[in-house]
């Protein structure tokens, strides 16, 4: 009676849990969420509606809006158009990065400059909104320096499999032997 005994080995997604991973990290509704609230004056809290039960996560007011609802808007566009899952694969220069940082905050010191009065901002709360925003902008741009994003996908989905086929009592479980013929 022969015997076969295999084994494997299989490592997928090294160092992660899950391809979700991917989708953690190009998800920018976090961000976009966190500038619409500063401007706003809101955040996200839960709340049981008492009839239902149902717990959901309902937007209040937390504080003074720094922006009318046409300001928010509009800064929210101009930043939905920077960080989004389309521009976070790059392969820019620090210089290139750098340089297109710069032009992201001559535009939104221009905008804001030319809509305050109509967009309802203080003088006074200018700088802390432009501020406010780069901060969250620099980071998640980064991403485009030297093509490390998509290097770093790479790894996440990387997957290595590997198995081993032994035999006993001398007998191949090749059928063609080892060069390929008949035993």
């Not at 490592?11 to 979700?20: A, I």
């Not at 032009?103 to 501020?131: A, P």
Request: charged share 20%; glycine share 8%.
């Amino acid at each position: 009676m022969e015997s076969q005994q295999t084994s494997g080995t299989m490592y997928n997604n090294v160092g992660y849990n899950n391809t979700g991973v991917i989708q953690i990290r190009l998800n920018t509704e976090d961000l976009i969420d966190r500038i619409e609230s500063f401007l706003s004056g809101t955040r996200w809290i839960p709340q049981t509606n008492k009839e239902t039960g149902v717990t959901e996560m309902v937007r209040v007011n937390t504080g003074t809006p720094l922006a009318n609802c046409e300001g928010v808007q509009s800064l929210v566009n101009f930043v939905s158009g920077l960080i989004n899952p389309s521009v976070v694969q790059g392969n820019y220069t620090g210089e290139q990065y750098y340089n297109h940082v710069d032009r992201i905050n001559r535009q939104l010191i221009d905008d804001i400059s030319e809509n305050w009065n109509e967009w309802g901002m203080s003088r006074n709360n200018r700088s802390q909104i432009i501020s406010f925003i780069m901060n969250l902008v620099e980071p998640f741009l980064s991403r485009l320096i030297d093509n490390k994003e998509r290097e770093s996908y790479s790894d996440t989905i990387r997957s290595l499999e590997s198995s081993r086929v032994e035999k006993e009592r001398g007998m191949s479980l090749n059928p063609w032997g080892s060069g390929g013929g008949s035993q």
